[in-house]
């Protein structure tokens, strides 16, 4: 079964991880990523960290870091010389990058599928709206990374198969438990976009009500930074604020060992609520850092009992499950344990490939 997958996201490195995966299963596997994508945290280039038992090639990019309006311009040429019997789309259905890689599939006479993370029923602009229509009506298949966001395509009037499996999982032997360094203070770990809806302030607000030895440690880039900056000076805790800006995703494991807890507090936007976790969670999870999230999205459901969940934009409340975790020993250990295991339970690259091939398989047969 040959199967050509489009996906901006596999630039990063550890999610290929779940591409070696996939070929295991005997699959023939072209996967297409653009050279870079650009976002709010700045430029992203590819990766290129596993890499085996299947090809992994760049094409050139239009609009790069336009989410709606990028596409890949000589994706017809790689289509014609592979023959795909599957299209794996990873993209979301309103993108003119899902249109493309969709015509030419139907054009080529192999079967397609795309992926979603869409979990609030927007409606959308011409041509999006009528673009996201098509789609939903010609796909073949469709992956949902979360319930909600099957229920959202089942709203939208998508009446095809559906398989809800999480865009990618976490490799267990590279997100690991480490032993804590007894000199290091109470950390607390951050990793996302400095933007609105990830709630960095709503950290730097529960920290600075927190007594004793602790620090806290921001990964990732975008727009807030300076702002962020700013309010570490005026909350008076600017010395105990690390920011590390946006890392490879290679050297996240590393930075996993230096945290004590992860801080996930997103807050809910008119457009927006939390997909997954962010990915953080699960890798913090397996890492043997216990997380405390925020309500907003398919954090609760991520997290299950393995973790702390506050109210959203709740200060005192994020505090207190912080001071909870650093006194109380027990419920620290409890966490660690619960985290790893509901890792290795769900979330694994290894359950994630395993299901994506099933749905192969089941076009296959259509």
Not at 34 to 55: A, I
Request: hydrophobic share 45%.
């Amino acid at each position: 079964m040959r199967v050509l997958m489009v996906s901006k996201a596999c630039i990063v490195g550890i999610y290929q991880r779940k591409l070696e995966l996939i070929a295991q299963h005997g699959i023939e596997l072209l996967t297409l990523v653009p050279p870079s994508w650009r976002d709010e945290r700045g430029e992203q280039k590819l990766e290129r960290v596993y890499t085996q038992g299947y090809r992994l090639e760049t094409l050139p990019i239009v609009f790069n870091g336009h989410f709606h309006l990028h596409f890949y311009p000589t994706l017809a040429q790689h289509m014609r010389d592979f023959q795909p019997d599957i299209v794996h789309i990873d993209e979301e259905p309103y993108n003119v990058a899902t249109w493309h890689a969709l015509w030419l599939a139907k054009r080529y006479k192999a079967k397609a599928l795309f992926f979603t993370w869409q979990n609030i029923l927007r409606q959308y602009m011409p041509p999006f709206a009528q673009g996201e229509r098509w789609t939903l009506h010609k796909s073949d298949y469709a992956i949902a990374g979360t319930a909600s966001a099957e229920q959202v395509l089942r709203e939208k009037g998508y009446c095809g198969a559906v398989a809800i499996i999480p865009q990618f999982g976490v490799d267990t032997d590279v997100f690991l438990p480490m032993a804590k360094s007894a000199a290091r203070p109470f950390t607390i770990g951050c990793v996302a976009r400095l933007v609105p809806e990830k709630g960095m302030d709503i950290v730097l607000r529960a920290a600075a009500q927190l007594s004793g030895e602790w620090q806290v440690r921001i990964i990732g880039g975008g727009p807030m930074r300076a702002e962020l900056e700013q309010l570490a000076h005026e909350l008076n805790i600017a010395d105990r604020v690390i920011f590390c800006g946006q890392l490879s995703s290679i050297e996240m494991p590393q930075q996993y060992q230096q945290m004590d807890v992860l801080a996930v507090p997103s807050r809910t936007l008119p457009n927006w609520k939390e997909q997954f976790g962010p990915r953080a969670s699960v890798e913090a999870m397996a890492s043997g850092v216990p997380v405390i999230g925020s309500r907003s999205g398919a954090i609760p459901d991520v997290l299950g009992e393995a973790g702390l969940i506050v109210p959203e934009n709740d200060v005192p409340a994020l505090a207190g499950a912080l001071r909870q975790l650093r006194d109380d020993f027990g419920l620290y250990q409890s966490l660690q344990t619960k985290g790893r295991a509901r890792v290795l339970a769900h979330f694994t690259h290894e359950q994630v490939a395993q299901a994506t091939v099933q749905v192969y398989q089941a076009l296959a047969a259509l």
